[in-house]
Every structure is written in structure tokens, then in C-alpha cells.
């Protein structure tokens, strides 16, 4: 993209790519960080700022990493944590509730323009990786395979979110005030399951 944008703008074209793009991504690890320390003030009663300034230690080690095979770990660590979070919610859903048939209107209708604004915010965040893209091309055994890699992770991506979506989805909707926005709002305060969820949340915004 730098190299576009030289042979096209020279170099201020390039100080306006990259300026922003560095920008960008220190707003986004910013916001990434205050949600880690928001996610474990709640559960834990420590101090926002102590919190804050622990995530911030803890990402020295994350952000020193210079190979991928490292990065890889780092966001694989994320996945686990992701699907253990996941998996808390699944069991505390089925042992409420359970899934009835046929399934709720909601997950079988179209979806209404405020929903489908807010599911298309989210998606755009999940998949605003290409900056990763080329670092990530270049560091493999067979650069040219990197097109069906591609494929193969947004086909692994889009039917994860559509199966674990829908069947949470199903679970909670029979809960009296339903599927809230976020799945923390449909769990007890102050419970167990709800500490679980915080904590491996934090640790995931954390790791990305």
C-alpha cells in the first residue's frame, strides 16, 4: 500500500497512509484496553486505574513479540479464552433454558434496519484485519497459497459467527426480557458465570 501511494502522492502520500493507519490502530488498542480494565474492575473491585495500569504491564510482553509464529500463539491464547467465555454462557443457557421448537420469529425473520446497522458495525470490526494481511503473506512457507487461506478462514469465520450466534441466540430467547445486546446483561450480576464471562472477555481484548 506504501508503495502505491509513493509512486502515486510521493512521500507526503506515504506520511498520510501510514500517519493515519498508526493512528488508527493506537485508538483501537486504546479502546481494546479500557474495556479489559472495565471488564475486570467489575467482577474483581479493584480500582479502574489499577486495572488499567496491570493491562498495561501485561501487554509489554504482547506488543515486544517480533515473529509471527509468536503472534500466532498470542491470538490462538485469545481463541481459547474466547471459547472457554463462550462455552460458560452456552452451559449457563442450557441448564436456564433450553431450546424449543420451532425457534423464535426473531432468528428466522429478516432483520430490522436498526439491527442489521448494529450487526454490520460489529462485523466490520471482526474483519478490519488487512493490515495483517501482507505482513502475514509474506511470512508464509508458500506466498502464493495465501488467496485460498483467505477463503478458507472467512468461510471458518462467517459459519462460526452464524452457528454459535443463532444457537446462543435460541437459547436466550427465553429469557422474560430477551436477547439483550450484550450477553452480560442476560446473566445474574455478581454471579459466577458472570465473573467467568468478564474475565475471559478482559482477557481476550486484551490478547487482541
Known amino acids: 500500500y506504501s508503495a502505491v501511494v ?4 510521493g512521500n ?3 506520511l498520510i497512509l501510514e500517519g493515519s493507519l498508526c493512528v488508527s490502530l493506537v485508538l483501537v488498542c486504546a479502546s481494546l484496553q479500557v474495556q479489559t480494565a472495565q471488564l475486570v474492575a467489575a467482577p474483581s473491585g479493584f480500582e479502574y486505574t489499577t486495572c488499567v495500569l496491570g493491562a498495561g504491564i501485561a501487554l509489554v510482553p504482547l506488543v515486544l513479540v517480533r515473529s509471527l509464529a509468536c503472534v500466532a500463539f498470542v491470538a490462538v491464547s485469545g481463541l481459547v479464552a474466547l471459547g472457554v467465555g463462550l462455552l460458560a454462557v452456552a452451559a449457563h443457557g442450557l441448564t ?4 424449543h421448537w420451532p425457534p423464535p420469529s426473531s432468528l428466522v425473520e429478516l ?6 446497522a ?7 470490526f471482526s474483519f478490519g484485519l488487512q493490515m495483517t494481511l501482507l505482513p502475514v503473506q509474506d511470512g508464509m512457507r508458500r506466498p502464493s497459497h495465501a488467496t485460498n487461506a483467505c477463503g478458507y478462514a472467512l468461510c471458518i469465520v462467517v459459519t462460526s459467527y452464524l452457528v454459535i450466534g443463532l444457537l446462543l441466540a435460541w437459547l436466550y430467547s427465553s429469557d422474560q426480557d430477551g436477547v439483550q445486546q450484550l450477553i452480560l446483561l442476560n446473566l445474574e ?3 459466577l458465570i458472570a465473573a467467568v464471562v468478564q474475565y475471559t472477555s478482559a482477557l481476550v ?3 487482541s
Open 111 to 116: 432483520p430490522a434496519p436498526h439491527n442489521f
Open 205 to 207: 481484548a486484551l490478547l
Open 96 to 99: 436456564r433454558y433450553s431450546l
Open 6 to 9: 509513493e509512486a502515486a502522492l
Open 189 to 191: 450480576r455478581s454471579s
Open 118 to 124: 448494529i450487526f454490520f458495525g460489529i462485523a466490520s
Open 12 to 14: 507526503v502520500g506515504v
